[in-house]
Nanobody
Framework: QVRLHEFGGGLVEAGGSLKLSCLAS????????MGWFRQAPGKEREFVAG????????RYSDSVKGRFTISRDIYKTTVSLQMNSLRPEDTAIYSC???????????????WGQGTQVTVSS
């Protein structure tokens, strides 16, 4: 079973930047693809970004495209989400997810971390 531990997050002013990271451990195939979802108060959880094992395949939601960048480290165990030009509407709990495929990641059917709070002040 894959274990996911997020770190990063916090409070930032609008227009600022923040970086989230997620460390995976367990069976390699279980975190072949990784990604991020977020859930704002009173809203449904939404897909943010995903990345495949080979890093050539990435996906972003329209709301973050051009502002957020997802990447993996050379060991493939850590996925990072660089968030630039943050907006108050980006405020949410961000959760790391992992699965054997990016399709499964994007569908929300992977394994989950506990989440980390991101708050963007106006």
């Amino acid at each position: 079973q894959v274990r996911l531990h997020e770190f990063g997050g916090g409070l930032v002013e609008a227009g600022g930047s923040l970086k989230l990271s997620c460390l995976a451990s367990g069976r390699t195939n279980d975190f072949a693809a990784m990604g991020w979802f977020r859930q704002a108060p009173g809203k449904e959880r939404e897909f943010v970004a995903g990345i495949a094992w080979d890093e050539t395949t990435t996906r972003y939601s329209d709301s973050v495209k051009g502002r957020f960048t997802i990447s993996r480290d050379i060991y493939k165990t850590t996925v990072s989400l660089q968030m630039n030009s943050l907006r108050p509407e980006d405020t949410a709990i961000y959760s790391c997810t992992a699965a054997p495929s990016i399709v499964t990641v994007a569908s929300g059917r992977g394994s989950w971390g506990q989440g980390t709070q991101v708050t963007v002040s106006s």
